[in-house]
Structure formats: structure tokens, C-alpha cells
């Protein structure tokens, strides 16, 4: 066990001068701080504190807190891109997501929430819900000053607080927001041609079908002229 | 005379109290009381330096000494064998018959006060210190020897045994 | 009807402010005169008047100092300091010393209520007392006793029974761990402290504290004060003092008992609200005593340092020094790390209690040698050799040493 080599990467530090002069490590210490004292009156980025509530630290875009509606356009209601399908309500851990779907006079389903309620004071911000949405709807925001006087209302944000514009997605998340906005272009173009191909084979299917009707019919009119003369 | 009652007074009562009290460390701080106070009687009769001295002396060190030992040893809340103390009359008569002869005596036989304190010391510090190191040299000595006997008597007893150390 | 003209004497140029500190004493004697009333009352009065004025000074200074540390400290760590009660924070101590006297008063069930309300004020006694001695100007030593230094000595030691009281009558592990840290370390420290006295005393042949400052007049070479602390003996003393000044008001880095990272806060752990207040107040209170005292025996007290500069009143000068003092002590506190307490006990017993016994004989030797060549030249080698022979061993024994950890890499 004695003849362990030592890592070759561990280098033996400098031995110490013989004699030093006592209270030299002291004084470069405080000659250390010194200067810190000292320059913290003239150079600005010696002084890390940022004195909110005047100032604002920027959050960076993996932040996130509570989660938001997104809505596409201006209307927070047509645009909104949440058709309730709960899918959230079912796997929030903490259930803090209320939803009930909007149905018209016939009972059929609107595809959208009457009520969107979550209790951010449940919501233990863990993005469940923005990972499994199929619809783009819900995301998580980076807001943090939602301090209020009521315990129990005050902490349950309904629809109108919750929808946020697609704009206000793409500015506090850019990369996030762009690549959704991509991937819904690219899915309604390839829903758009899907549909244009659709149509334009039932036209040749109907052109065919026409000409073959012409056809039959011309063969029908040229047998009975034929039979006319024999 | 009647400046210096209620300074007697209390440090009777506070000697006794360090005597009569369960609890250790309530004696202790007794004890300390009685001493401080000798040392105002001391201040009070005109002797700054004795007076100082013993302030420093008595209640800055002897008096931290014992509490620090009650401390270390944490006898200090024990009080059931403080109290049981000998229930013999006779035996703390005995032991008190000569301290209180000595007193009576010195009392009796002793010069009379004076009227007021004299406002300069009578033998002066430069005096005090001269006497010390000339007259009283050798019981200077001897009392320093004792001392540092009993400090490296202290710190031995206190030594745990050495145990071997990695170098 | 006396106090006016000593006031409006001629011999004393209009512009010179000595007078100042005596002022509220001097109105006040007047006062009681004026109304007729005997002269033991006018005494009497004064006195009050007097020991109210160097309570109300210091514990203003107390207060601003808080804060002045506080915002330090933050400089020298990067960051600002309390900045948003009143402009740059300086109602920050208004603010502490409303939220002290209002905290509830909350006495632990089995402690021994008569000692653990005795004990914070029997610390801030003997620091108010301590601070009646020293003599702030030419002219103004609140209580200038012929034994001032003993005086001193002797309130400081009431301190360390202050504190075990705090520890002892809050029935709780960590007040009797502080308090038992608390005394060992004011005890080793007080020797080198009074050592490093003595030689002042020794040269001076005084315990006066004013004779001790009338002494330091005056310049060697035209322009350098002759201060006890440019004598070799009174260089090495000087700083032993005031080391050991940092370790008595139990500051940073020798705070042990009292750091909240390693024990709460030691013997205040079980205090809260004004005795608390009252704790942190005798600290510092004794804190400026200490430094006064050092001032005054080391520093010149209220002596100008430059010839030309005589007309700045004395005490202007004593709390120029003061402040520069309290300002090494928190550049200190800000730069360096707690000792343990083993480190700091073999500090001052290996260390610190040779070098001040050395410094006796030093003194000795440059005052009968005479003051000034000779005398340096026999002192500066009694001090200079033993000092470099401690270094050689200290770097030998207790340098840093390299440790390799053969297995910490498998």
C-alpha cells in the first residue's frame, strides 16, 4: 500500500520560503478589502445590489411561475386556443386547474372553457400542465408580483386574468413561442394542402365520372343510330 | 460612623448569605457581593489604592475563578449536598470562638477612629511600591513562587493524558 | 455667579472651543446659583449635568457607529448598506431602537429572573464608568482620579461576572457555552492588556491619565509627536494593547462567544428587546472606553499631531483619533475570519503575554538609558531579536503544512 504513486496530475505546491515576515498574509488581506471599501464609491460594477422595488433583475427565459392562456389575434375569446379537453386538470399534480367546458343550448360541446380557474396558491409551478397540452394553449409565465391581501379569492385567477396574447408569449419566451408559431404554420399549411389535394382529386374523380357519363353516352346514342339502319 | 453602617450592614448580610444559601452559585455571587462591597468600605475610608485593588483583585479575579470553577464542573443548581450541613451547635461554636475573640479584642484594645477620613493617603502609592520591592522583597518572592507552583499544580492536574499525535 | 467669567475670560481667544464640553455644566451651575440655591446643589448639578453629557455623546456615538459599521461592512462586500430609512440610512438606528423597545420581553420559564435582569445592566455599568475617567481635552476629564488607570482596570473586571450571570441565569446550553468561552477568553486577554499598560506607567511614573497625556507633548525632531507609540517599546506595546483591545469587546475576529454561526449568540441567546439593546450598547460602550483608554496611553489623547495645529480644539483631535481607531477595528472586523477558541487562547498565552512582559524591560532600559539615541539603540534590540526568534518558530511549527491525500483519487 506504500507504493501508490501519486495522480500525475497533482503537482506538489511551491514549498514555503524559510522565513516570512510575520503578519505579511494580514495585511494583504486587508489590503484586499481596502480596496474593496475604496472602489466601491467609484466603480459602478464593484456593487452587485439591485435595489428593487426601483429596479428589476431580468428573468431569464427558463424562469418560469404561474401558468397562462394563450390566445392567437386580438380577441381573448375567439382566439383562444384552449378547447378544455382537461387533459391539464387530469395531470396536475397538486389539481389546483378547475375547468368547466362551455356548451350551447343542445348540449354540444363549444371546444371551449367556460371557467379556467387555477389556485396559484396551490400551483407548485412544475409546467405539467404547458408539457402535455396537444393544443398550444397553456404555458408557463414569468410574472412574480402577484402578492395580495385575500388568502382564498385573491389566490384563484380566473379566464380574464389568465388569457395573455400570443405577443406577449413570444416576447417573454421567444424561442419557445417562434418554434410553436412554426410548428402551427407548418401543421396548418399541411392541413391546408391536405385539403387542396383532397379537392382537387374529388374534381378529377368528378371529371372522370362526367366523362365517363359522356362516354356511355355516346355510346348509347351511336348504337341506337345504328340500329336504325340495318 | 454613621456613613459606614449600612455598608457593615450590608456585607454582613451579603457574607451571610454566602454562607446560608442552597444553591452555589447564588453563594458565589454572595461571596463577590461582600467582597465588592469591601472594597467600597475600603474607598470609603480613604484607601483608592487598597480599594481599587481589591475590586480588581477579589471580585475581578478570585470571584471568576470560583463561579468559572462552578461552571466547569457544573455544580452549580446541586444544592442537596450544600445543604447537608453538620447539625452540631457546639462544633461551629468552637469553630467560631477564636475568630470572634480576635475581633472582640482588637475592638477593645484598638486606637480610637478618627473623625473623618483624611483626604490624602497617609502612605502614598510611589511609598507602597518602594516598601514592596525593598522591606517586603522576600514575601513578594515567596508568594510568587507559591503561585506559580500552584498554576503549574493546576494546569497538570487539569492535563489529560497526552495521546499520540499524526504529524 | 463664578462660572461667567471663567467662560468669557479674556486669556482665551474667542475662537478657541475648549470651553464647549464644559459648557452644559457650566450652564447649569450658573443656573442653580443664580436661583439662590446652596453650593453642594450647583455641585451636584453640575456633576449630573456632566456625566449626562458623556452618556449622551457616547451612546450618539453608539448609535451612529451601528450604522457607520453596518454600511462599511456592505462597502467592503460589494453591496450597499441600509439606504432606505432617511437619506443614505442614517435614521437606520431610530429605526433599530424603535423595533428594540418594542419586541416583547421574553424571560425563559426556569431562568432566575433577578440575575438575568441584573446581568445587562451590570454590563453597561462599568463601561459608562470606564468612560468617566479619560480625559477628552486639555480640560476636560470628567472625573480625573489620581488612580485612573487602576480604575479602569478594576470596572473592567466587574464585566466577566456581568457575563457569566447572562449565561448562567438563562438556564440553556448555548449561554453557558458562551459565557464559559466569554470569561476565558476576557481573562487571557485582560494580561496582555495590563502588561502592555504597565509600561506606560512605568514611563510615565504616573496612573494619572491626564498626567499620562500632558506627558506625550510636545515634538522630537520639530514635526514627530512624541506619543508613546513612536518608542520601540511603545510600538510593540501599542499593538499588543490594541489587539487585545479587540479580543476584551469581543469583536470580530475574536467574537466567539458571541458569533452567530457557531453558538447563537452566546450568553444573549435568551435575550430579546431592550436587554438585548442593552447588551450590544455595553459593548460598544466599552468598546470606545477600551480605545479611549488606548488613545490615551499610546496615542497622545488629545495632543495635535503636527506642531502648526494647536488651534483645532484638543478634543477634536481625541475624536479624530477615536474615530480612526473604531475604523481599523470594523476594517478588521470586515477583512478577517473567526478564530477558534483554541487558536485565540494560544494566541494570547504563547504569543501575546511574552511579547508584553518583553516590552517591560524594554521600557525599563529606554527611560533610564535616556530618551533618545541610546535609548533606542539598547531597546530596539531587546525587542527586535526575541520577536524574530518567535517568527522562526512560529513559521516552523505552525506554518501552513502540505497535505497529500494518497487515496482521495482511486
Keep these: 500500500m506504500n507504493d501508490i504513486q501519486p495522480h500525475p496530475a497533482v503537482k506538489d505546491p511551491k514549498p514555503p520560503r524559510k522565513w516570512t515576515p510575520p503578519g505579511l498574509g494580514l495585511l494583504q488581506g486587508l489590503a484586499v478589502s481596502g480596496r474593496n471599501l475604496v472602489e466601491s464609491f467609484y466603480k459602478k460594477d464593484r456593487m452587485v445590489t439591485v435595489q428593487y422595488p426601483e429596479e428589476r433583475l431580468e428573468i431569464s427565459p427558463n424562469f418560469r411561475n404561474f401558468p397562462f392562456l394563450c390566445y392567437d389575434g386580438d380577441d381573448p375569446v375567439k382566439g383562444l386556443r384552449c378547447t378544455a379537453c382537461s387533459i391539464c386538470e387530469k395531470e396536475c399534480p397538486p389539481q389546483c386547474i378547475y375547468i368547466v367546458l362551455d356548451r350551447d343550448e343542445n348540449g354540444k360541446s363549444l371546444k371551449r372553457p367556460k371557467v379556467f380557474d387555477i389556485d396559484i396558491s396551490v400551483c407548485m409551478n412544475c409546467g405539467i400542465c404547458s408539457e402535455v397540452c396537444p393544443f398550444d394553449s397553456i404555458y408557463m409565465d414569468g410574472e412574480y408580483e402577484m402578492s395580495g391581501y385575500d388568502r382564498f379569492g385573491g389566490m384563484m385567477l380566473g379566464l380574464d386574468r389568465l388569457s395573455k396574447s400570443a405577443d406577449y408569449h413570444m416576447k417573454l419566451r421567444p424561442e419557445q413561442a417562434s418554434e410553436v408559431l412554426a410548428r402551427r404554420k407548418a401543421d396548418e399549411e399541411k392541413k391546408a394542402a391536405a385539403a387542396a389535394a383532397k379537392a382537387a382529386k374529388a374534381k378529377a374523380e368528378q371529371e372522370k365520372k362526367a366523362m365517363e357519363a359522356k362516354q356511355a353516352a355516346e355510346a348509347a346514342a351511336a348504337e341506337s343510330s345504328q340500329g336504325g339502319e340495318a | ?167 | 455667579m463664578s462660572a461667567v467669567p471663567e467662560l468669557l475670560s479674556p486669556s482665551v481667544p474667542w475662537w478657541d472651543l475648549e470651553w464647549l464640553p464644559r459648557l452644559p455644566q457650566r450652564v447649569v451651575e450658573w443656573i442653580v446659583q443664580f436661583l439662590g440655591l446652596p453650593e453642594w446643589l450647583a455641585q451636584i448639578a453640575g456633576m449630573a449635568v456632566a456625566a449626562f453629557t458623556v452618556v449622551g455623546v457616547f451612546a450618539g456615538a453608539f448609535a451612529l457607529l451601528s450604522l457607520i459599521e453596518r454600511k462599511t461592512l456592505a462597502r467592503v462586500q460589494n453591496r450597499l448598506g441600509p439606504n432606505r430609512v432617511g437619506p443614505c440610512g442614517i435614521l437606520q438606528p431610530v429605526a433599530d431602537g424603535i423595533k428594540m423597545l418594542t419586541k416583547e420581553d421574553i424571560v425563559p420559564a426556569r431562568a432566575e429572573w433577578f440575575l438575568h435582569l441584573l446581568a445587562p445592566v451590570l454590563i453597561v455599568v462599568p463601561a459608562i464608568l470606564a468612560l468617566g475617567v479619560i480625559p477628552y481635552g486639555k480640560s476636560w476629564t470628567p472625573v480625573p482620579l489620581e488612580l485612573g488607570l487602576l480604575f479602569f482596570f478594576a470596572v473592567g473586571a466587574m464585566t466577566e461576572l456581568s457575563i457569566f450571570m447572562a449565561g448562567w441565569a438563562s438556564v440553556s446550553k448555548f449561554p453557558m457555552l458562551g459565557a464559559m468561552r466569554a470569561i476565558s477568553q476576557m481573562v487571557s486577554y485582560e494580561l496582555p492588556l495590563m502588561l502592555a499598560a504597565l509600561g506606560v506607567v512605568m514611563v510615565s511614573g504616573t496612573m494619572s491619565l491626564p498626567e499620562i497625556v500632558a506627558q506625550q507633548g510636545g515634538f522630537h525632531l520639530g514635526f514627530i509627536p512624541a506619543w508613546n507609540l513612536f518608542t520601540p517599546w511603545g510600538l510593540v506595546a501599542g499593538v499588543v494593547f490594541f489587539i487585545a483591545c479587540i479580543a476584551e469587546a469581543n469583536r470580530c475576529p475574536f467574537d466567539l462567544p458571541e458569533g452567530e454561526s457557531e453558538i447563537v449568540a452566546g450568553h444573549m441567546t435568551e435575550y430579546s428587546g431592550f436587554k438585548y439593546a442593552l447588551f450590544f450598547m455595553g459593548e460598544y460602550l466599552g468598546l470606545f472606553a477600551i480605545s479611549g483608554l488606548g488613545i490615551t496611553l499610546f496615542l497622545g489623547g488629545w495632543q495635535a499631531p503636527l506642531p502648526g495645529l494647536g488651534f483645532v480644539p484638543s478634543w477634536c483631535w481625541f475624536f479624530a483619533k477615536l474615530s480612526a481607531v473604531i475604523f481599523v477595528f470594523l476594517w478588521i472586523r470586515a477583512t478577517f475570519p473567526r478564530v477558534r477558541i483554541d487558536q485565540l487562547m494560544r494566541f494570547a498565552w504563547l504569543c501575546l503575554i511574552p511579547v508584553s512582559l518583553l516590552t517591560l524591560p524594554a521600557a525599563a532600559l529606554w527611560h533610564h538609558a535616556g530618551r533618545g539615541f541610546s535609548g533606542w539603540a539598547l531597546t530596539l534590540p531587546l525587542l527586535a531579536i526575541p520577536w524574530l526568534i518567535l517568527t522562526v518558530t512560529f513559521n516552523k511549527r505552525m506554518a501552513p503544512q502540505t497535505r497529500r491525500f494518497h487515496y482521495a483519487d482511486s
Design chain 2, 1 to 167: 460612623m454613621i456613613l459606614y453602617l449600612p455598608i457593615l450592614l450590608l456585607i454582613l448580610l451579603s457574607a451571610l448569605g454566602a454562607v446560608w444559601l442552597a444553591k452555589p452559585v447564588h453563594a458565589a455571587l454572595c461571596m463577590a457581593l461582600s467582597l465588592a462591597l469591601t472594597a467600597v468600605l475600603y474607598l470609603a475610608l480613604g484607601a483608592h489604592f487598597i480599594g481599587l485593588v481589591q475590586f480588581m483583585v477579589y471580585v475581578g479575579a478570585v470571584a471568576v475563578l470560583i463561579v468559572f470553577a462552578l461552571l466547569m464542573t457544573r455544580r452549580g443548581e446541586e444544592s442537596s449536598e450544600i445543604s447537608a450541613r453538620p447539625r452540631s451547635w457546639a462544633l461551629g461554636l468552637a469553630c467560631a470562638f477564636p475568630a470572634a475573640a480576635m475581633l472582640v479584642t482588637a475592638a477593645i484594645q484598638g486606637a480610637a477612629l478618627p473623625k473623618s477620613p483624611p483626604s490624602e493617603p497617609q502612605v502614598s502609592l510611589s511609598d507602597l511600591g518602594r516598601l514592596l520591592f525593598t522591606d517586603y522583597a522576600p514575601a513578594v518572592l515567596v508568594v510568587a513562587l507559591v503561585l506559580t507552583a500552584v498554576l503549574i499544580g493546576a494546569a497538570l492536574f487539569a492535563r489529560e493524558p497526552q495521546k499520540d499525535t499524526l504529524r
